[in-house]
């Protein structure tokens, strides 16, 4: 047991689940008020879609609040070193059986490509997306004429911006899930992601691996 | 360890703040609508019994003898019907392009019996007043106000067909004048349930149902409901009556408003509450009219004057609707009618008599005013009565016909079936020129819809609106509405990205369990 290292600690666990939670449900909810389908009913599609985007911009406001408090924020900072292997990894070695070019630890969890995909979805798509999402949701407020310079003539741009970030989410959820099978073995991500810890016998098996 | 305590103190804080502001400023819906429940089924109760005043017991020999007797107590309110529109029949308006000028159905032309001019003595049926037969009567002399079409309260007062306002000659004035009273559904009703010459030609949400309706029809008038008179929301005040019809009105003020009653965030529900920006209360919740007697939704002048055995003629449907008449032309009816939209800021413009217009599109009787950007405007429904009627096409005006005549010979269409002559006599009439070449063109007429609400469980629901297909606001196209609207590039790059990522995973997944069997076999 000693030898298992805390990767994920318990808020980053609880932020990223109700993370995934929360994207899933918006998503759902989103493309039914896109008339992509009809599931729960537009006004509850509508009304659910509004709890749970107010829901995610309060995590996204404590994990910021979290990342900063707590340094964590530096994992995110780009690299270019390895970053080469790892596009090399994800399109040859990882047929070839070969091992994984760097091994995750606290110090530094994510791998340069994630560093990258991350960084993007939090510096471009989630900004957009829930900027967008907070227009959408109190553009009518200065509409009647009650605050003038915050007026926003066309729903339009924030409604396509919206749309726009949730086909970008949609398109990394499913990147996402597949990735997570491209552990030391299918689950090892998945594993890791729920307990926290990288689990000692999938790292035996890496070893023998090597 | 005690600064992060603040900061999510202070985060929290605003977090709290941001769900707060989420909260609509919600009533009691409920508690409201018993309140306005009780407020609006008090019965008045009169002062006075007219019944006693002998001024009221002598022999009328003519009606003005009754306004004199009413003017004998009521000693002023004639000088406030002298200056009402129901007097009048034109308001002083200002409109954007026109300055201030007075409009009315004296200058206006509607696309139904098009106009007054030269006609004076049967449309004036319905004015509250005696003896306009001409534009020389006397606007000033109130002894010419009728005041009993209005007050009678025993039903037995009907004004007379093509006698300028007087009238039936059995009608027994002292019985009436005894019985008067706040004005009852049916004084209102005697005309604006008939304007355009029968029941429900023009409004297509006013009609003789409303003088009994359930509340299917309506459930402000309905009487298994709230039993309401016109003159509830109708509000007077020193006989000048709110609210207006925008077939003759222009400008936004006194107006009845449904907000009047019911404040404007009627609802329990925030996501509706919301929509009351952008839309007006009716839109959703007159779903369809016409609901019981179907109203005239086109009217073609062009086919009229076609005569059987030398005499005009009438042709109806199965429902008893006229859809030919010689004198008229040929007109279809619809009836449980949804609506059409139009953004309405409360202002409109009119077709005046006199303007030039051309052809190259439908010309408009009346523009509503309003779009999406102007912050006055609200979506509204609206019945759009669609005419092909006639127009000077050298001088480039629509022409206000004679109409009625008393006999044959002195230029009236319905008895002489002469458009020309017509012509002639109803522009002249109007003091406008006519060329002597006229044809017929098409014409629009948009007619606010504001009666026959019905119940919230039949109101227009939310995927009536937001929906792709069919929307109900499928022509209002100058603004996004989620669920109707979507960028075509947008929404193929999103679904092309989906699908090449879900390609991609599948391939890069599929060969990785390839070589896992190639890796596994070799072992």
Redesign the interface.
């Known amino acids: 047991m000693q030898n298992r290292t805390m990767i994920y600690k318990g808020f980053e666990r609880f932020w990223h689940w109700t993370q995934a939670v929360l994207i899933m449900f918006l998503a759902a909810t989103g493309f039914e008020?896109?008339?992509a389908y009809?599931f729960f009913?537009?006004?509850n599609a509508?009304?659910f879609h509004?709890a749970a985007g107010?829901g995610f911009?309060?995590l996204i406001?404590?994990a910021i609040?979290w990342h900063f408090?707590t340094g964590e924020w530096r994992q995110y900072l780009p690299t270019t070193e390895n970053l080469i292997s790892y596009v090399r990894f994800?399109l040859i070695g990882?047929?070839?059986?070969e091992p994984h070019p760097t091994k995750s630890d606290h110090l530094s969890k994510l791998n340069p490509l994630q560093k990258l995909v991350y960084l993007g979805l939090k510096l471009l798509v989630i900004p957009v997306v829930a900027g967008s999402g907070l227009f959408y949701?109190y553009y009518?407020?200065p509409?009647?004429?009650a605050m003038k310079t915050l007026?926003i003539?066309?729903?339009?741009i924030v409604?396509?911006l919206h749309?726009?970030g949730?086909?970008?989410l949609?398109?990394f959820l499913?990147?996402h899930l597949?990735l997570i099978?491209?552990g030391h073995t299918l689950t090892h991500n998945l594993k890791t992601m729920i307990t926290g810890h990288e689990d000692p016998e999938d790292e035996k098996q890496a070893s023998q691996e090597l | 360890m005690k600064k992060p305590v603040n900061i999510l103190l202070f985060v929290g804080g605003l977090l709290i703040l941001l769900i707060l502001s989420r909260l609509p400023y919600v009533t009691e819906p409920d508690e409201d609508l018993k309140e306005l429940r009780v407020e609006y089924t008090t019965e008045h109760v009169p002062s006075v019994d007219h019944r006693k005043f002998a001024v009221l017991k002598k022999d009328f020999s003519a009606p003005q003898e009754v306004t004199e007797a009413c003017i004998s107590c009521h000693t002023e309110r004639h000088t406030e019907v002298l200056k009402s529109a129901h007097w009048n029949w034109e308001r002083e308006s200002y409109i954007p392009g026109r300055g201030i000028l007075k409009a009315g159905k004296k200058n206006l032309l509607n696309n139904f019996c098009i106009g007054i001019g030269g006609s004076e003595v049967s449309c004036t049926r319905c004015h509250v007043g005696y003896g306009w037969e001409d534009k020389n009567f006397n606007f000033d002399n109130a002894k010419n106000i009728d005041c009993l079409v209005c007050h009678d309260n025993t039903g037995d007062y009907v004004k007379a067909i093509a006698t300028a306002g007087y009238p039936v000659p059995d009608v027994d004035l002292n019985a009436v004048a005894q019985n008067v009273s706040l004005p009852k559904r049916a004084n209102c009703g005697s005309c604006h349930f008939y304007g355009g010459g029968g029941n429900n030609v023009k409004h297509g949400d006013l009609e003789k149902t409303l003088f009994s309706p359930t509340k299917d029809v309506d459930v402000h008038m309905a009487i298994d409901g709230p039993n309401m008179d016109c003159v509830v929301c109708h509000e007077a005040e020193n006989h000048k009556l709110q609210g207006k019809m925008y077939s003759v009105s222009s400008m936004n003020h006194d107006r009845v408003t449904c907000e009047q009653c019911h404040g404007e965030f009627p609802h329990t529900k925030s996501i509706l509450n919301e929509h009351t920006v952008k839309v007006a209360c009716q839109t959703c919740h007159i779903p369809i009219y016409a609901k019981v007697n179907a109203t005239k939704m086109s009217w073609d002048w062009s086919t009229a004057g076609k005569l059987r055995d030398g005499e005009p003629y009438t042709v109806e449907d199965e429902d008893g609707n006229h859809i030919y008449r010689s004198i008229k032309g040929s007109f279809t009816w619809a009836k449980n009618v949804k609506p059409e939209y139009s953004w309405f800021n409360g202002t409109a413009d009119h077709y005046f008599i006199g303007d030039k217009v051309d052809t190259s599109e439908v010309i408009k009787m009346n523009t509503l005013n309003g779009e999406y950007r102007d912050r006055n405007s609200k979506i509204i429904p609206v019945k759009v009565h669609r005419a092909k009627q006639i127009y000077d096409c050298c001088f480039q005006l629509i022409i206000q016909p004679k109409l009625y005549a008393s006999q044959e010979g002195e230029g009236g269409f319905w008895r002489d079936f002469d458009w020309h002559e017509a012509a002639q006599k109803g522009m002249e009439s109007a003091g406008a020129p006519y060329s002597g070449n006229f044809c017929f063109v098409n014409t629009e007429m948009s007619w606010p819809l504001n009666h026959m609400v019905s119940s919230k469980e039949k109101s227009v629901s939310c995927k009536e609106c937001h929906t792709r297909d069919d929307s109900r606001l499928a022509d209002l196209d100058d603004f996004y509405m989620p669920g109707r609207d979507y960028n075509s590039a947008i929404d193929f790059t999103g679904v092309a990205l989906i699908i090449l990522t879900l390609i991609g995973v599948i391939l890069h997944g599929l060969i990785r369990l390839v070589s896992n069997l190639n890796k596994r076999t070799k072992n």
């Not at chain 1, 990882?94 to 059986?97: T, V």
């Open positions: 008020i896109h008339s009809e009913g537009y006004e509508v009304t509004n107010i911009i309060a406001i404590v609040f408090a994800y990882i047929f070839r059986d949701l009518r407020y509409q009647s004429g007026n003539d066309s729903l339009e409604a396509l749309t726009a949730a086909f970008l949609v398109t499913i990147a597949y099978t491209t």
